[in-house]
């Protein structure tokens, strides 16, 4: 199994930055994919960005495009979404997510295998 501990989330104003963190653990081999979601009460989580290992491709939500950046350390089994220009719309719960396998749809919940506990964000106007 992989473990996912996301940290770095807090209370910021609107315009400010914040980088959160996702340290994996265990078999992180088998991760292609990672993966940053975000979920708000009452509705359903979202993707926000993923990261390929391999190659470094990254994808982004057209909400957080420009914004936000997805980064990852192999070295440090660390996956990192930098989070500039919040937005009080940006204020969520933050799941980080692995996915096993490489190819296939990365922009859903369904596809991704482990799971974090997830880190608040709150943006305040």
């Known amino acids: 199994q992989v473990q996912l501990v996301e940290s770095g989330g807090g209370l910021v104003q609107s315009g400010d930055s914040l980088r959160l963190s996702c340290a994996a653990s265990?078999?992180?081999?088998?991760?292609?994919?990672m993966g940053w979601f975000r979920q708000t009460a009452g509705k359903e989580r979202e993707v926000v960005a993923v990261?390929?290992?391999?190659?470094?491709?990254?994808a982004y939500a057209d909400s957080v495009k420009g914004r936000f950046t997805i980064s990852g350390d192999n070295a440090k089994n660390t996956v990192y979404l930098q989070m500039n220009s919040l937005k009080p719309e940006d204020t969520a719960v933050y799941y980080c997510?692995?996915?096993?396998?490489?190819?296939?749809?990365?922009?859903?919940?369904?596809?991704?295998?482990?799971w974090g506990q997830g880190t608040q964000v709150t943006v305040s106007s």
């Open positions: 990261l390929r290992w391999s190659g470094g491709r990254t």
């Open positions: 997510a692995a996915r096993i396998r490489l190819s296939g749809s990365y922009v859903y919940t369904d596809d991704y295998d482990y």
């Open positions: 265990g078999r992180t081999y088998t991760s292609a994919v």
